[in-house]
């Protein structure tokens, strides 16, 4: 059997600041510290932090006085921040960078006297952040035929923004909606909206040419792994979601040439390790790597974490 990786795949730049942040955290204020929400979607991660004397927590009311705290990878409303603020709670904010950039971006379009609409997932931590940060209500849009039940009048000046880790497809159909019902209308260019969720579903789509089945590691909760699976199977390949080696189906990959690997960007690579290991226990495997696109980007740890030791 070969087995194809894609490339990119897996961490992304703030995952990789998230966990770091927590990391530090630990060395330098010693355990526990307590965390907002898991700080990236993945159960192996969340453990390993947990291992090392982080509580997960959902809401800052179960942090005690006093006790470091850090808001997870997806950002976290207005409201959670003045509540730690009015705790005096120490908050270290692992929300990502280009998390960040929407709500900015959504407080500006705010700011010119636009309607704010958000495209993403009701329920997903990332949503409510982002629909918490903004000083106005902020119309969700999940799907196309969402659009048309929105109670804005045509005319209406509006903008949009969007989740960051939806697929990039998808979105510019929901756009394109959009703007064929809105006659004055401004949004970010969806492609400069994460470069990671750009990156790894280009590489699925090429994946997917080449192989007979996609397996993508990542949780069930990670909203850019669902998508890849998705992309995938779009495209007309049976592509399975799993969170590791143990979840996968012998019968999936039973009398196939070729097994295409991706993983979202909450997962480790430890993880796609070990379903390369579970196929190799079900026989013989040739792994080669696809070129794909090289990443350079990291963001910058808060000060008060930067210069604590590695
Ligand atoms: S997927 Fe993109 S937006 Fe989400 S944490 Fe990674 S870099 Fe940030």
């Known amino acids: 059997m070969k087995v194809i990786l894609s490339q990119p795949r897996g961490f ?12 530090r955290a630990l060395e330098k204020y010693g355990p526990p510290v307590y965390v907002r929400h898991e700080i990236v979607h ?21 942090v005690p006085s006093g006790a470091v705290t ?18 005096q709670l120490p908050v270290l904010d ?5 998390v960040t950039k929407v709500h900015n971006q959504g407080k500006r379009y705010v700011a010119q006297g636009r309607v704010l609409i958000l495209i993403g997932h009701a329920g997903h931590p990332e949503v409510e952040g982002t629909q918490g940060q903004i000083p106005a209500p902020v119309h969700l849009v999940q799907t196309v035929e969402d659009v048309a039940t929105l109670d804005i009048a045509i005319d209406t000046p509006v903008a949009y923004v969007t989740q960051t880790t939806l ?41 997917s040419k080449l192989v007979d089945v996609i397996l993508v590691v990542g949780a069930k909760n ?43 960007a909450s997962a480790p690579e430890v993880l796609v390790e070990d379903v390369i290991g579970a196929l190799k226990r079900l026989g013989p495997v040739e792994v080669t790597t696809l070129p794909g696109r090289a990443e350079t980007i990291e963001f910058r740890l808060p000060p008060e974490l930067a210069a604590a030791t590695a």
């Open 42 to 62: 993945n159960k192996f991660v969340v453990d390993g932090l947990k291992a090392k004397g982080a509580i997960f927590v959902e809401e800052l009311s179960d």
């Open 222 to 264: 990670s909203s850019n792994s669902n998508r890849l699976r998705e992309i995938g199977a779009e495209a007309g390949v049976p592509s399975y979601l799993i969170a590791d080696g143990r979840e996968l189906e012998p019968g999936w990959v039973k009398g196939v040439n070729t097994v295409g690997i991706t993983a979202g």
């Open 12 to 23: 992304c730049a703030g995952v990789v600041r998230a966990i770091e942040i927590v990391e």
């Open 94 to 98: 692992a929300t990502c960078p280009l």
């Open 70 to 87: 850090i808001f997870s990878a997806h950002g976290v409303a207005k409201s959670v921040v003045n509540e730690a603020g009015g705790r």
């Open 167 to 207: 697929s990039v497809d998808d979105t510019r159909a929901i756009i394109a909606a959009l703007e064929r019902r809105f006659t004055d209308i401004l949004g970010p260019d969806t492609k400069d909206i994460c470069y990671a969720t750009q990156n790894r579903q280009v590489a699925v789509r090429e994946l």
